[in-house]
């Protein structure tokens, strides 16, 4: 199932590109495939034409689970009226028919759903364009998924057509395109724990399996002449007469017991018939426990590359620490500062804002930073866009507490802003900025500056203060003026 | 068969190493094993001597894939041969001798087929050389599986040598090779999907190791002289009347309940003989259930690889927002701007680009952007020279629609040429230019360019523009002027 | 088990996010969780008022270390219990009430526990705090895996009730997640080995899956109505006239033919009852089983890494060497230097050192470099401030015996400071700083410089010197002053 | 086995790490561990004293590869003597003296082979040091292995003594200990293939795990009172009156059908103690197994990886070049450029050399490119000091046939040494070094030079070529005198 999709996927996203333009623009929009919330957003502003209704519509997608749950239904009880039950009037023909009759109604509503045109990006309502779409897609499928076959068979009773009724009703899998395509889409929804929503699949895949090939095998036995030479038969020869819950219960035991390559042999098969199903059933299992295997391993190097990340950087540093006899004090700062990395940055977070264009940055650091520097002394009065081109300059960083932040005759290569938390300069303490002796008469820092507690801090290089400086030079000297002030 | 491929490869390859010369052109072709379809365009050209074939004819390579199919039919045929059927005269006779002709043919073919030398990379199309190289090399092995044994084996018909030529016989499982070497050149083959590949070649060798199991394990039985103490005389005696359907059933059904280790045990060794079979078939078992889940994982993890990557970044992108409450309009920005990067690089594109030599990458810079800047206004009438260094220096960038480009004051570091789509400049709208002002008086940005759409951009750094123009005067008066007559 | 762990710590991580401040001090102390020995050695100078007991207390640890020896006990006899034994007054009884005793002890001690507060990292050893903390999180669950159901239930003696208090007592499995929480800490601990910590773990999951459905599949057939047709039943029909210690080895043996997927045959489900038990075993071991190979592999790529990085990095070097036939002097350098780097540098030392905070890379350089430097000739008598800059700067070094650190007219890049080993700098040997001529006088390096054994040198580039020695002309005077007296 | 070599190894590392000085030379040798080859070729030149054997001495290797091949011959016979063997004076009585005889004299032998000290890298000669060092350390266990406790066993003839003398016998299976050792290094040795070692290593476990507990499965069967009732003799009662050879087989093919997790159930134990050493059995199958999936897919991870790298290489710059429809002409200068490389590289020449300290760098920028570049006629009487400055910022490129190597009016950056191949300079064809003129005079290049076949050129950057130019005035105008002589 997840192969096809996943191929169905690369080849569209070829083919696309193949026929794009000179300089395309491929990707031209957030598919509902990648993107299924932000797309959502932009989206759902936009007005459609009376009776389309937009597939963002919270009532369609409601709609939709619903319909996920019928196919959920309806995937166990087609393979199980196929093996295990005679199709008559009863209850189960009436739920049989309503949940039909479900699938009827949204083969009509597709028609009336704007669609996601992969060009524009914008949402399509045109109701003749929806229709040529859906036609000539999946139309023919969810027809013939949804057409009454079981009712149709009532009129022909004779015991070879009601084969080839059952059969025609395993269309009804057809309709697990729906939870398939779920899956894609949760897979992709970072709402979702990714763990999970794999997990939850494969289980899927693998319970359906298991219920297809109990219900397919009992058959198997059912139709064979010789109802002791059947794997079943030849331990119940009277099986026919046991109950539904037994016979269903010995079939799923038989098909668990060789998917888990367990194979106690208490059931085996018992004619070349049951053979060859056994031999497909099997080479499948072998694939498919491959296939969990590698999903399981693949989700746990993920899982605890985080834990193993964590304490390989631990490890080095202290390490380190022990080999060169580090005093306690630095081996406590460096330990602390990499747990406290570890815990804020998340491995990411700084990539992240690295990999964006200079506009967002520059938009991001004004919203975060700017209130905060305007109101330190150095900066009073000084112009707008000296503090704005400042800021998208600056960079947070975290220090742990009882952390050095500038060491004294260090050399003055950065200005620093406390954002949160405090800091001891020399003796001083309320201060929010520090470094800036050092900084503006380029000497070696006069202070040393030590957390007190868990601080954030803005840091900003001498280089980019004395070039923005430069091109501001009565900013230059407010600032000059500001520092002059404080040191009276 | 994989692993042996592999290693003769890098025995070559260090081998090559070690006998070249000083600074050596090791490397020095595109072989067919490793690149196939540039290599035949390169050589493709090459004019051949008369009968003499080229390895890329592509009437040669049908001919080769009709082989490949042919190899598969021996490889079917020849361990069932061996262990079911007594050779005698009749259609399969005929078949077996056909296909023996084709090879046959191929055997003579191949002292007309150029090959590629791996030292002048150039097709060699003397007849002499060919000859030499494929006697030297693989001449013996095709002709012994080529040989018809069997039609031998009637002349001298005893119990004891028909076993003999039956041996004999499986020598045109030496056929294999071919098939083999298909699978490493399809890995290597873009065209095709890997996991595909991949998958296929696992399955291939899979039904490969059931099927010779399953027929030597009947052999053993067939020949064992108590029929009663075999593993299928133990449940059917009188095995031996059954049809030929039925015992092959019986033998893979065995074979794959052994190599799947479900191990039933409806059937099982009951002699040392096949006890001793069985070990060293469940000990290769052990290896084969490994070496697939090993695929397996390796291609799940490198299937997944995508969808995990955006997740990740996405994610961080996401927590990074909520964290520090960034007003929802940066949001939207930042996250558009991930999953646009996301679609359009596809992760590698960049890269690329970069490892090429400088003037690959000029040739490819001049070929997409040079017809795009000169129609700018601010390059109107400047040297041809001037603007290919400048291209040289551009890079292309998507923003997504409503994104900013420009904010308003921002230090003026870029200059940006629009491709496609549209972008707001202040007030005005049609523009194919926009951050000149900034750049050439070198002031903050007076305006804040936004996109409408989805954009392609090209981005030119100020330095760039400004060395370039350093270098060509006459070409910054021309630009100086282009600007002030727009101002106008 | 472990899957909840990290799905409750995601959420936590995530959730506390979401309600912080605008710039948050999120991560705002080393929790607990993730660095135990760290946050112990920071909160065990906390003075606690009186009666409260620190977490990191040793004796309280202890006593945490003997309460999970009790839980291994309880997870081990609770199932037996269950499913083997008939409760009545006897040794078993006086011992799980002393453990249960144990339990209810530590239910009062842990009101008398302070606890590591998320938002301040402070211990709170407030006990109205402690208490509302514990009474709403885990109280509930610690009393009913404490209350003593079984002695309760002599009181009750009838059939029915008897099996109601037994599945009672197996809320005592809920003091698993003690066990689990160790795991949880030991796999973060770098004292212990991730490896053997992580094996420990997924072999303890293991073996109480296998006890636990080893004693509930036995309960099954225990109360199964017709004995003979009970898996058990069928090849011993006496089973329940066999000694404990038999039908143990029997329920295990079973529940472990069943895990492994061997599957054997001769003890099967015989009845619906075992067969639907079965289905949801053998589901379980698949999960189980991909889970422990998906760790194994993790464990192994992890293992195998540092071995196959210098295997790698080896055969890299020695290819280069041999396709350019470098004589084997170079060689010999080459290869000595990549083996010794990759013993000293642990590949992640430089990196560690790297991301911390300058000054903290200050402090590590002035602690080691400083002695060193200062006690070379070049550097007597220049100021503290200028040799604490220059440090900073440096960088250490290894370089095996017999390689050249400066090759005769090479540029003159770097300066270099011998720390230990020994170095032939032309014909002189006992020297402690070498490259000072070139670097100073700005020419080719006049003398090739060797080690003579291991040695460790500083490496300090010529812009750093020079950039110091700009800002502090005086050390620069004295330095050239040094310089002229060595020289006569 | 492998775990507590690595554990070991560990704990040395960090033991030793803890003791160590200051600034410590820890990594003080090249251990025989970490590198066999290269230690050999350091310490072969050392002269030890009489009577004394190096441990690198060839003769004393192949004498440590005999002992390995008596090991294996050890590990073998010795369970088989253990479960089916009755101990007399025969052919085996014979031989097993003779191995014994062979390590006994190894056990005299190891007091003369000199020891690497980890301290001083040296080899230490001193028979006292050498004879505390053995026996402080193996020489109990070695000792233990090698007594004759067999033959004693003769004297003592009773049914109960046999046994104990029996298990003391196992004691021979420490001397697996060598192979363990031998694995560990050859899997650091590059001359043999990672996968094949590993791979031999891991089927050589399992073969050892297979054999032992084959033969110890027969032992409880052989010695449980009643035959009938254990797993062999339920099947053939009178086994023991069986050939050796049938019942090691019957032995071998439950351990395999167990190991495996086939599990036929043709064969399963019987009674208590039987299933109790199949619990322990089984449990260890499960790690085994699980740790040879998870070696095999590191293995196929790591191999599958370059055909990995390539495809995605070649198809992201096939994609880009489709996507942005560039002409087949830099198209092909593309691909054939990342096969070129690809090919070229390996993927990590670059960084080797990159990752090597500035001298040896120089070294091989010397040997390898100084005689080419002195004879090209631009650098024609210019010093040896320049030249050699010069060529240590050379970087070797190779450029695939018919690729671009200059473009016309390019910006001049880089000037090009040919060294091997041939280009094509506007007109001109037998040149040996281009871009001369765009370089010196800082004018756009004025030819476009392209490859007509594979060719290496080196690569020298304007900057660098200035630089060394403005320190060395004399040949800066040796080379305007070169350049103007040849314009003319």
């Not at 989206?43 to 319909?67: C, E, F, G, V």
């Not at 004619?271 to 497909?280: A, C, G, S, T």
């Not at 975290?398 to 938390?421: C, H, K, M, T, W």
């Amino acid at each position: 199932m997840s192969f096809s999709c996943a191929r169905n996927f690369l080849q569209r996203f070829c083919t696309e590109d193949v026929h794009s333009r000179r300089i395309p623009n491929h990707g031209s929009c957030f598919s509902n495939d990648l993107l299924p919330s932000l797309g959502a957003r932009i989206n759902q502003t936009t007005k459609l034409r009376r009776h389309i209704i937009s597939p963002y519509d919270p009532r369609y997608r409601a709609w939709q689970m619903w319909l996920v749950v019928l196919v959920i239904y309806s995937a166990w009880i087609s393979p199980l009226q196929f093996a295990f039950l005679t199709y008559k009037k009863d209850v189960l023909f009436l739920v049989d028919n309503i949940v039909n009759g479900f699938f009827a109604i949204d083969l009509v509503l597709t028609f009336f759903v704007a669609y996601l045109d992969s060009q524009s990006c914008l949402l399509v309502d045109n109701p003749k364009k929806i229709a040529i779409r859906y036609i000539s897609t999946w139309f023919v499928f969810d027809v013939s998924s949804t057409a009454p076959f079981q009712p149709l068979s009532l009129l022909f009773r004779e015991q070879s057509s009601e084969l080839g009724f059952k059969l025609l009703n395993m269309l009804r899998l057809w309709r697990l395109r729906r939870v398939s395509s779920l899956f894609a889409r949760l897979e992709k929804d970072i709402r979702f724990n990714y763990f999970w929503t794999r997990c939850t699949k494969l289980v899927s895949v693998t319970l359906f399996a298991v219920h297809c090939a109990g219900c397919f095998n009992y058959l198997i036995a059912d139709r064979y002449p010789d109802p002791t030479r059947t794997w079943i038969g030849a331990v119940n020869p009277n099986f026919k007469e046991d109950s539904l819950w037994n016979r269903y219960v010995t079939s799923m035991y038989w098909s668990i017991t060789t998917i888990t390559t367990t194979g106690y042999g208490d059931l085996h098969a018992e004619n070349p018939r049951e053979m060859l199903f056994d031999i497909f059933y099997m080479l499948f299992n072998l694939g498919l426990t491959s296939y969990l295997i590698g999903n399981m391993t693949n989700l746990v190097v993920h899982w605890t590359s985080r834990t193993r990340n964590f304490r390989d950087m631990f490890r080095a540093a202290s390490e380190f620490a022990t080999r060169n006899q580090l005093p306690p004090r630095i081996q406590d700062q460096m330990l602390s500062h990499i747990s406290l990395k570890f815990k804020t940055e998340g491995l990411k977070q700084q990539e992240t804002v690295n990999g964006l264009p200079k506009a967002i940055r520059s938009s991001i650091a004004h919203y975060l930073f700017y209130p905060i520097v305007e109101n330190t002394y150095l900066f009073q009065g000084v112009s707008h866009d000296f503090l704005f081109q400042l800021v998208s300059e600056m960079e947070a960083e975290y220090f742990s507490p009882r952390a050095d932040v500038i060491l004294q005759n260090e050399s003055p290569s950065d200005l620093y802003v406390l954002v949160s938390g405090s800091v001891v300069v020399g003796k001083a303490t309320a201060v929010d900025l520090f470094g800036q002796m050092g900084v503006i008469y380029n000497k070696p820092q006069p202070f040393t500056v030590r957390t007190t507690e868990l601080s954030q801090i803005l840091r900003l290089s001498r280089t980019s203060l004395m070039n923005t400086i430069q091109t501001n030079g009565e900013d230059g000297h407010q600032i000059m003026h500001n520092l002059f002030m404080v040191r009276e």
